[in-house]
């Protein structure tokens, strides 16, 4: 089966690699001659087996009879390459000869299908050293800072501004903390009216999901500080400021303006666990008239720019 799928690769080269081969004669040598081993002797077998009288120049056979038996050498540019030894040979001449020569055509055929395979290697050897695209980092920091849109969250529409570092970690998992300060809001009160601003910090956990240049982020978190509030139109009004608690869940989608900065779009859930509540005094018996507390629940939307280090 060797000798005949090595022979369909011959034919396959024979016209192209015709001026790289030499003749049979060349390529065997024998090593100490004797009465029954002899090149002569060799060739007309090693021609039948073949069914040709050239072989790859690159090639060469080098034969020794050890005793009764024999051994030879296959090279290629000068190289060992295989070889094979015979304890034990036919006792007579032709047999002998026949036989061994069977096995240094069969030798000859499995070398020149060695050579020919590194040419069809070459494609995955170049791709296997090709250089690969730089990685990302395994962490990096961010800039946020982000103008919000608050309902519900304060007694009237509210804006917002937020600004806080962002650790990124393998482009999946991030970690930010935030400043959150709020514009004045207020609520009518009879008679008067009460205003209300958040100051505070927000903590989030997210993930990650690069959908080409843009990304979008899932995020859950709280939110904690101080709700000022003061009366107004009121006689003796005085500001307070009372602690507020709240968790946020955000969905955002970036998008990458330059290499390091990018625009961002967020929309945030809000739950109040802490709601802080303003009371209106009566100065003469110290019992509340009216109060005034945050809603329980709202939304934000906002609009930021992320630097990207």
């Known amino acids: 089966m060797l000798r005949v799928l090595a022979f369909v690769c011959l034919s396959w080269v024979a016209s192209s690699a015709a001026a790289q081969d030499r003749p049979l004669a060349e390529a065997i040598s024998v090593a100490r001659e004797g009465e029954c081993l002899t090149r002569d002797g060799l060739l007309p077998h090693l021609r039948t087996w073949l069914e040709r009288d050239a072989v790859d120049a690159r090639l060469g056979v080098l034969v020794e009879e050890d005793g009764a038996g024999a051994r030879f050498v296959v090279l290629h540019d000068g190289e060992p390459t295989a070889a094979r030894r015979f304890d034990t040979l036919p006792a007579s001449c032709p047999d002998r000869r026949a036989v061994l020569a069977l096995a240094v055509a069969l030798a000859i055929d499995a070398a020149l299908l060695e050579s020919l395979r590194p040419s069809t290697e070459a494609g995955p050897a170049e791709d296997a050293t090709a250089p690969s695209p730089p990685s990302s980092p395994a962490a990096r920091l961010e800039l946020a800072a982000e103008a919000q849109l608050l309902i519900e969250v304060l007694p009237e529409v509210a804006a917002g501004w937020q600004v806080g570092p962002r650790l990124v970690i393998g482009e999946v998992f991030e970690l930010a903390a935030s400043a959150w300060l709020t514009s004045v809001s207020g609520a009518e009160l009879t008679p008067g009216r009460v205003s209300s601003q958040l100051a505070g ?84 018996s110290g019992a509340a008239l009216q109060s005034v507390s945050l809603p329980l629940g709202g939304g934000v939307a906002a609009l930021g720019i992320v630097v990207r280090f």
């Open 201 to 284: 910090g927000r903590l989030d956990v997210c993930l990650r999901r690069s959908l080409g240049a843009v990304w979008l982020r899932g995020c859950g978190g709280a939110a904690a500080g101080v709700a000022i509030g003061e009366g107004r139109d009121v006689s003796n009004g005085r500001e307070a400021m009372v602690p507020f608690v709240g968790l946020l869940a955000r969905l955002g989608l970036g998008v990458p303006l330059t290499d390091w900065l990018a625009l961002e779009l967020s929309v945030d859930g809000w739950i109040a666990l802490l709601r802080p509540r303003f009371d209106l005094i009566d100065p003469a």
